[in-house]
């Protein structure tokens, strides 16, 4: 197997910031490449957060300006990897408080296209080794619409390293007007229906689609569904014209991270061999939400961003009925304002029964994953999600919409898949609050099953979900992208 340069370009990556399941594929892909031989670097911005939760002091590697703005180029590694990490250092668009993306009122950063038309043109100067690094990568590997520049502005070039852009949630285009565009220098020749013009504005995220040598995205499943009009987000018409070099590769999970076996941030490890040791954990879950300490209630858990994708107005609007039913409910999330009090109101009403936390936690997000028997995660559309990967691992059986990757890696308890034994958790018929009142209890009849249940439970623990595959899978990738490109 050839060992590639790649140079791997994402706005977040766990441990050092992190919104959702983006940063923890930045977080943990480029490891994976590393640890197949592979000389892969990760290059972020330099956000303030991120920069405080450096433990140790990056060096500086680089100094320049890029569109009037002073950049630097930090070095140091990407926390607990020997992965070489490069920090776009740019004070005036980088060092504030907060969230990459939007202020505290979830309102984006109005000069978002700034800082990321500034990110991905800096991408393309380290992509050409202009940033005296004396490293130039094969390959350019793009995620999401944050970085969708790169290859639009990589495909101007004669000489250029090849790209792969991958689609992590088609919902986020990052589009803007063409009074931006104009701001930006952006060639007008990219100002045209076929590249980054987009109803008269015009997307970032277009870059990556159009331009990009190879399109993937997270899951197969996804990768058929955004071909279509319910899940193309507007792209479906792009997508399928490119459908030659589009694939989908499902994500991994990151062993070192959600392992119930060595997970530090729970009440008890436990592995599939001893899953009762399971129940310390339900116990602390009970007591940290002030729920009825009850060992053999059925107990389930939401860990989300509130926002539409997630479906969780779905859970919102049969709360009553389920409130009626002998189990309880866990909620861990935050976003959209109107279902944060909603579930704030819900679990006023229902104290004992229902525990919400409005919020970002991440050692409350492996206790609910480690204490609940179910997971739940009716989702209008996912491209992988993570949760109900973690939710296996931990032995809490997911309870998922047929959509994107959650069909691809949750094995239904259908008669036949349980007498296989092959069932992991619960699928259910479509995205609707019905079809997800009549899935939990389908799941909570099992429950009363107990051998039944705690096979599925170990079939779960022991799926394969690992990095290594999915790692194999982007290399062969890099080996189609730079296929037609001649670069050494
Ligand atoms: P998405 O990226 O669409 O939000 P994923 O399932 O791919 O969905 O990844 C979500 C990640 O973010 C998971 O690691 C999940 O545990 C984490 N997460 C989401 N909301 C919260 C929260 N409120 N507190 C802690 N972790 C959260
Ligand atoms: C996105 C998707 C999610 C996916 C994650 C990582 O945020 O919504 O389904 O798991 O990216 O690829």
Redesign the pocket.
């Known amino acids: 197997m050839p060992n590639y340069r790649i140079l791997f370009c994402a706005s977040e990556a766990y441990p050092l910031i992190k919104t ?3 940063a ?2 930045a977080g943990s892909l480029p490891h994976a490449l590393h640890k197949l031989k592979h000389d892969v670097r990760l290059v972020l911005p330099a956000y303030q957060s991120l920069m405080v939760s450096l433990k140790t002091r990056p060096t500086l590697r680089y100094q320049t300006r890029v569109n009037d703005y002073p950049v630097a180029i930090l070095q140091t590694t990407l926390p607990g990897t020997r992965v070489p990490m490069w920090l776009v250092d740019c004070p005036p668009l980088f060092d504030r408080p907060g969230n990459p993306y939007h202020d505290e009122q979830g309102v984006p950063w109005e000069d978002n296209a700034q800082r990321f038309a500034l990110f991905s043109q800096v991408i393309v100067q380290l992509a050409n080794n202009q940033c005296g690094m004396d490293w130039q990568p094969q390959v350019v590997h793009c995620n999401d619409w944050q970085t969708g520049l790169v290859p639009a502005l990589l495909n101007e070039q004669e000489q250029a390293p090849a790209t792969v852009f991958t689609v ?2 088609l919902a986020y285009q990052g589009v803007f007007d063409r009074a931006t565009f104009e701001q930006l220098k952006l060639s007008e020749h990219l100002w045209h229906h076929d590249r980054l013009e987009y109803y008269g504005g015009f997307s970032f995220i277009k870059g990556g689609l159009v331009f990009a040598d190879r399109i993937s995205t ?1 899951s197969p499943t996804y990768a058929m569904e955004i071909q279509t009009p319910a899940f193309g987000h507007g792209m479906q018409g792009i997508l399928q014209g490119r459908a030659a070099y589009l694939s989908g590769i499902i ?1 991994g999970i990151d062993e070192r991270t959600w392992n119930p076996g060595t997970d530090k941030l729970i009440a008890q490890t436990y592995n599939w061999q001893q899953i009762k040791k399971k129940l310390v954990n339900k116990q602390a879950l009970q007591q940290h939400f002030k729920l009825d300490q009850q060992d053999d209630v059925f107990v389930m858990g939401v860990v989300s961003r509130l926002a539409e ?1 997630k479906g969780i107005d779905l859970l919102i609007d049969i709360l009553p009925q389920l409130m009626d039913m002998p189990l309880q409910l866990v909620i861990l999330g935050s976003g959209d304002k109107d279902s944060e009090r909603a579930l704030q109101d819900a679990a006023e009403k229902f104290q004992g029964k229902l525990g919400v936390h409005v919020g970002y936690d991440e050692s409350l997000a492996h206790l609910i994953e480690a204490g609940i028997d179910v997971f739940l995660m009716p989702s209008r559309f ?5 949760n109900q990967m973690y939710s296996q691992r931990y032995g809490s059986l997911p309870v998922v919409t047929p959509v994107g ?1 959650l069909s691809d890696t949750v094995m239904d308890a259908s008669e036949q898949n349980i007498k296989e034994s092959i069932a992991t958790g619960f699928v259910m018929p479509e995205v609707s609050d019905m079809a997800l009142l009549k899935t939990i209890e389908q799941a909570r009849q099992l429950y009363r099953e107990q051998a039944v249940w705690q096979v599925l439970q170990r079939s779960a623990m022991q799926a394969n979900f690992s990095w290594a595959n999915s790692a194999e899978a982007y290399v062969a990738l890099y080996t189609l992208a730079l296929r037609d490109r001649l670069l050494p």
């Open positions: 959702g399941g983006l923890d594929v992590h949630n997270v994500n994708q996912e491209p992988c999600g993570l990757g």
